[in-house]
């Protein structure tokens, strides 16, 4: 019975505390207190929900506001220091409500610029108190002693070239999406992106021009009269280039890089036919100076068929390779 009774004063007593500490945050010990513009932020976003028009986006700039000041203020009451510098906890969550604040928008709340003036803006705020000098009511400003000068400029030069790096990145990235065919080679040697894969990836919107641009190819010369294929033979060039920027618009149209690739054809005699080369060449940058292409071999043979009126005619057969090839260099001159 008694070990009952324990339990349940402990438990009474826990419950207490716990409901004295709850109480002590969410109720305010004055009107002036964080909590009271906390509460204000949430009060503005509600009513924003309700509003319309300018009317919405004043009351959501006031409840951001509200926001800021109060996570500000309960932030730097009783300050966590980031390890390895004298910039607060407080300071980063202020920061990044901030940046979030300008640089965000109803669609996207973080974007890659939040991120980017993240760093640089949370370092302003820690250094803006070693600007002022007094209390809440008497507040002046002042110059900062020379060592604390020397300790805001490193935290504030370092927080900037952490948002170039962060900026870089989303650079690179940018870049990696619009132009994918630059994995392919240029960034073999890079000191700043790490490929994952040791051997050289073939670009594929190369090998998806290719892939597209050999059927036509193959249905304009396949069990064509002979005499017709060896005329539209000499006129490949303009034939395969024609067929290669339709499918570059068609194909690459969301890229950027699609003006980068170019088609051509190399056409050479052997002692049974032709060997007609489909070229994809990239004409962007590389690691290479001579850059690269890919290459798909076609073999173009004459052989013997017979016409809707029984004569004996001959007639072109082709035959593609199945696998594009990757050639780090200069394409073949024209013949």
């Known amino acids: 019975m008694n070990t009952l009774l324990k339990d349940v004063f402990g438990l009474f007593k826990f419950t207490e505390g716990l409901y004295a500490g709850i109480r002590k945050i969410l ?3 004055k009107a002036y207190s964080w909590q009271t513009f906390i509460y204000l932020s949430v009060f503005s976003l509600i009513l924003s929900f309700f509003a319309t028009d300018y ?3 004043i009351i959501a700039f006031f409840g951001w506001l509200f926001l800021i000041a109060g996570t500000a203020w309960y932030t730097t009451e009783d300050p966590l220091r980031v390890p390895g510098t004298f910039m607060p906890v407080g300071a980063v969550i202020t920061g990044f409500l901030v940046s979030v604040f300008a640089f965000g ?3 996207d709340v973080v974007t890659p610029r939040t991120i980017v003036f993240w760093p640089t803006i949370s370092a302003l705020i820690t250094a803006i108190p070693e600007f002022i000098e007094g209390n809440d009511t ?6 900062p002693k020379p060592e604390d ?6 935290l504030v ?4 070239l952490l948002s170039c790096w962060i900026q870089f990145y989303f650079v690179m990235n940018n870049w990696l999406r619009q132009y994918p065919s630059l994995q392919a080679d240029t960034f073999q040697r890079s000191a700043f992106v790490v490929r994952t894969e040791e051997r050289v990836k073939t670009p594929q919107n190369g090998v998806i021009i290719l892939e597209k641009v050999q059927p036509t190819v193959v249905e304009q010369i396949a069990e064509r009269p002979w005499s017709e294929v060896e005329r539209w033979l000499l006129d490949a060039k303009q034939r395969v280039g024609s067929l290669g920027r339709e499918v570059i618009q068609k194909n690459l149209s969301q890229y950027e890089e699609k003006e980068l690739w170019r088609i051509e054809p190399r056409v050479a005699n052997t002692k049974s036919g032709y060997i007609l ?5 990239w004409i962007g940058p590389s690691s ?6 890919l290459k798909k071999s076609c073999r173009i043979e004459p052989v013997a068929a017979t016409n809707g009126s029984g004569n004996k005619i001959t007639v072109a057969e082709i035959e593609c390779d199945r696998i594009t090839k990757f050639i780090a260099g200069a394409p073949p001159p024209q013949q």
């Open 105 to 107: 928008n109803q669609e």
């Open 157 to 160: 030069a370092s927080s900037m």
């Open 288 to 293: 290479n100076p001579r850059g690269y292409y």
């Open 138 to 143: 008497d507040a002046k400003a002042r110059i």
């Open 55 to 57: 009317i919405k986006d």
């Open 27 to 29: 109720i305010p010990p």
């Open 149 to 154: 000068r020397q300790r805001i400029i490193v």
């Open 277 to 281: 080369d489909l070229l994809s060449i």
